[in-house]
T-cell receptor, first 116, second 111 residues
């Protein structure tokens, strides 16, 4: 079956531009996670949804970052007024049961964002 | 301050031999540990996990060992195969707090 998909795969933005990154989780998966992975680092947690409810957004680095999952399936991560330090790979993961952090997470291929 | 540390950025092993990837952690509240494997241009893939109530978990060629007193875990791959060449991430979690990942170790298995 289809895995987690993310689009676009690559995005180049000028500093100050707004960007929107899309995640299509595995069909039927309850949990959805966003991570940010800077070059040479491991993924860092941004936010977590259970269905349409955003249960944890403690990892969002600033109020320029906003995530939504309005119908409990597709999610969008929006970054306003991008800055160079936002350059990273943004990973989305989904999980089947909604048990939260300890269930197995299935990752998408990521969106590589470069802010010039 | 890094709570999960993978101090070896890279490791090279000959095909057929054992690969040992190490991970140290500082937070004694972590109660569940996972290893993920990542190929280039793909997302991480779950490999194996271990609960803090165990000291060993085995799945085929992969075994994870946990030493709670030393706050150390290791992933053993025996025998190593060229297809195992990837970046391996150690991750840890406490209760329902978010996963904390290490920086990863790049494993190269040489034929």
């Amino acid at each position: 079956g289809a895995g987690v998909s993310q689009s676009p795969r690559y995005k180049v933005a000028k500093r100050g531009q707004d960007v929107a990154l899309r995640c299509d989780p595995i069909s039927g998966h309850v949990s959805l996670f966003w991570y940010q992975q800077a070059l040479g680092q491991g993924p860092e947690f941004l936010t977590y949804f259970q269905n349409e409810a955003q249960l944890d957004k403690s990892g969002l680095p600033s109020d320029r970052f906003f995530a939504e999952r309005p119908e409990g399936s597709v999610s969008t991560l929006k970054i306003q007024r991008t800055q160079q330090e936002d350059s990273a790979v943004y990973l989305c993961a989904s999980g089947p049961s909604g048990r939260g952090i300890q269930e197995t997470q299935y990752f998408g291929p990521g969106t590589r964002l470069l802010v010039l | 301050d890094q709570q999960v540390k993978q101090n070896s950025p890279s490791l090279s092993v000959q095909e057929g031999r054992i690969s040992i990837l190490n991970c140290d952690y500082t937070n004694s509240m972590f109660d569940y540990f996972l290893w993920y494997k990542k190929y280039p241009a793909e997302g991480p893939t779950f490999l194996i996990s271990i609960s803090s109530i165990k000291d060993k978990n085995e799945d085929g060629r992969f075994t994870v060992f946990l030493n709670k007193s030393a706050k150390h875990l290791s992933l053993h791959i025996v025998p190593s195969q060229p297809g195992d060449s990837a970046v391996y991430f150690c991750a840890a979690v406490s209760g329902n707090t978010p996963l904390v990942f290490g920086k990863g170790t790049r494993l190269s298995v040489i034929a």
